[in-house]
């Protein structure tokens, strides 16, 4: 008896492989392919394959990584160069702040300094002895109307018409305005300004007058008494508003004419409004 083998073809095993492949379910997949890919990497790692499939990723992505790595490096010295430039303008920022309040203090202590010494000046030719002062810094100047500003006012005891005189004890004006913070002192140039003065030398009275534009003349000088150029001009009581003996000007020139009862003469003023800072007013004497 002979037995008959009949061999099927690879064909269709392979296509009943795939049909009972394709037929898992859903959930046996799910289970399957991890197992296979565990089993996978555990071989790999077990032989040296692996050895080289990492020796081959190596190659790969080292060139990738120097690239990033490199690129990361200089991200990372660019934002160090921003940080450290935002710090250096910060500590600019605090150097400029300092060097400013170092220029305030100075400031302040030259205006001490500068006030000591008007104030030294004044006790020096004895002022405190013979008025009661308030001392005042010019904060303004209106020249063409023969005017000037000073910073102290109503709060400090500053009264109207009070005499405003130099350290050198020159006389300046008059207060003319007060206000609760400063005062508008009228120039003795002014136009408007009238007082009593007398030739010192020579005991010879007249009137002084403002002309305007930083001009003083005396008025009112009898024609037959001789006054010469470089005498000097001060402040007499009458009228009470000035104390007497204080310096208003110089003798510049003479004016004379037969005609006319009395001479005149243009006077220098005292002071140079251009070197004015700091003045003194009068409250009492």
Do not use: C
């Amino acid at each position: 008896m002979s037995i008959i083998f009949i061999q099927k073809p690879l064909s269709s095993l392979k296509k009943r492989g795939k049909i009972n492949l394709m037929a898992l379910s859903p959930k046996l997949k799910i289970i399957i392919i991890p197992a296979l890919l565990v089993a996978l990497f555990i071989i790999l790692n077990l032989t040296q394959a692996s050895q080289i499939i990492k020796n081959l990723f190596y190659l790969i992505s080292s060139p990738i990584q120097k690239t990033f790595w490199q690129a990361g490096d200089s991200l990372s010295d660019f934002f160090e160069a921003i940080s450290q430039s935002q710090n250096l303008q910060k500590e600019n920022q605090a150097l400029k702040l300092k060097i400013q309040t170092l220029e305030a203090e100075i400031t302040r202590l030259q205006e001490f300094k500068n006030e000591n010494e008007i104030l030294r000046e004044a006790l020096g030719i004895g002022l405190e002895k013979d008025f009661k002062l308030a001392l005042a810094d010019i904060s303004g100047k209106d020249i063409a109307q023969d005017l000037i500003f000073i910073d102290k006012g109503e709060k400090d005891g500053i009264l109207e018409h009070s005499p405003v005189i130099t350290q050198q004890k020159t006389l300046v004006g008059k207060v003319d305005e007060v206000y609760r913070h400063y005062s508008k002192v009228k120039l003795v140039s002014h136009p408007d300004f009238v007082l009593d003065v007398k030739i010192s030398e020579a005991e010879i009275y007249g009137v002084l007058k403002g002309r305007g534009n930083l001009r003083l003349y005396l008025d009112f000088v009898p024609a037959d008494i001789e006054i010469k150029i470089g005498e000097k001009i001060v402040t007499t009581p009458i009228g009470g508003i000035f104390p007497e003996g204080i310096l208003a000007g110089a003798i510049k020139e003479v004016k004379k004419s037969d005609v006319q009862p009395f001479q005149m003469a243009e006077i220098e003023p005292a002071f140079d409004i251009g070197e004015l800072k700091t003045l003194f007013i009068i409250t009492e004497f």
